[in-house]
């Protein structure tokens, strides 16, 4: 009943900016904890931001103060705005939705990735 689509990837030189948007769509009760994770080729996944239905945030450390999460809960959606971008950055970014589907099942559901290439 929910679906997530992601959007905004693409080719970046090094220092430059892109957004990552992904809207939420479906029949569902609401929407908690909106975030991003991101996976480069052999390496770990890692949890990049999160944002609360209140609109509080957490970021790792690598992207604190060049990325910045926000989140339309009348759209249901959730961007990704990336500044100063690094070759480092280069991953699959996923974005990701704690969803109460009914009261009686909550549960993560994922989009689908979105490529994000910082080279010069």
């Known amino acids: 009943q929910v679906q997530l689509v992601e959007s905004g990837g693409g080719l970046v030189q090094p220092g430059g900016s892109l957004r990552l948007s992904c809207a939420a769509s479906g029949s569902f009760l609401s929407i908690n904890t909106m975030g991003w994770y991101r996976q480069a080729p052999g390496k770990q996944r890692e949890l990049v931001a999160v944002?609360?239905?209140?609109?509080?945030?957490n970021y790792v450390d690598p992207v604190k103060g060049r990325f910045t999460i926000s989140r339309d809960n009348a759209k249901n959606t959730v961007d990704l705005q990336m500044n100063s971008l690094k070759p480092e950055d280069t991953a699959v970014y996923y974005c990701?939705?704690?969803?109460?589907?009914?009261?009686?099942?909550?549960?993560?559901?994922w989009g689908q990735g979105t490529q994000v290439t910082v080279s010069s």
């Open positions: 944002i609360s239905s209140g609109g509080r945030t």
């Open positions: 990701f939705a704690d969803v109460h589907v009914t009261w009686e099942r909550a549960g993560d559901y």
